[in-house]
């Protein structure tokens, strides 16, 4: 129970000290993988549901797709959902400049949905068929990183729909016996997101 407490309050810490101690957006994400990492070893973890097929390939391919729906929303909702006139100052303070962007993004492809699914999905899962409070910490802990950017009225509606597509993963997890349909939605969320911001700030 106590080490489950730790690893929903983990990613706050690690996230919120790489950007606003550290303002390093590697240090971020390289300390909350390996706070998942950490406590997956010290949990002996073992994955119930491997990143295997059970499903047939045109649904794992509309999967993918469907997570590409987030840049798509990103780049309608732009004017309105990002406020902050120091956003491109803001991100280059925490090191993601014009050079560093595709190795964050090739990074956050190759390492980060796999690493959160294993962890989200996976350790911190649950078979429970209605939204749980481990949905909601999947979603704040995002928050983290947009609250300086985005206004109370749009956090909480972006806090909504992060809650309802953790929740919505963790079914196609459960009724597929599999982590790698949310895995590559999760990829193709994070990197076309990173995309279209890429695209807006530099």
């Known amino acids: 129970m106590i080490l489950q ?3 929903l309050l983990m990613p706050y810490l690690t996230v919120g000290l790489g950007l606003y101690v550290f303002h390093n957006a590697w240090v971020a994400i ?3 993988h390996a706070g998942i990492l950490l406590i ?3 949990a002996r973890f073992k994955n119930p549901a491997p990143f295997r097929i059970t ?5 794992l391919l509309a999967f993918a797709i469907l997570g590409g729906i987030g840049a798509i929303a990103m780049w309608v909702l732009w004017p309105y959902v990002f406020v902050s006139p120091s956003l491109t100052g803001t991100l280059e303070q925490w090191e993601l400049t014009r050079e560093s962007w595709p190795m964050f993004i090739a990074y956050s492809a190759l390492v980060n949905p796999w690493l959160e699914e294993l962890y989200w999905r996976g350790w911190l899962g649950s078979a429970a068929r209605f939204p749980v409070a481990k949905d909601a910490f999947f979603a704040g802990f995002h928050l983290v990183i947009l609250a300086p950017f985005v206004s109370i009225a749009w956090l909480i509606v972006i806090f909504i729909i992060l809650t309802i597509t ?3 993963w963790r079914q196609v997890t459960r009724r597929t016996m599999s982590l790698l349909p949310s895995a590559l939605c999760h990829l193709a969320a994070d990197v076309s997101i990173l995309l279209a911001i890429v695209s807006e700030v530099t």
């Open 5 to 7: 407490l730790a690893g």
């Open 30 to 32: 390289l300390a909350y």
């Open 40 to 42: 997956l070893w010290i």
């Open 55 to 59: 499903i047939p390939i045109w649904k």
């Open 166 to 168: 953790a929740w919505l």
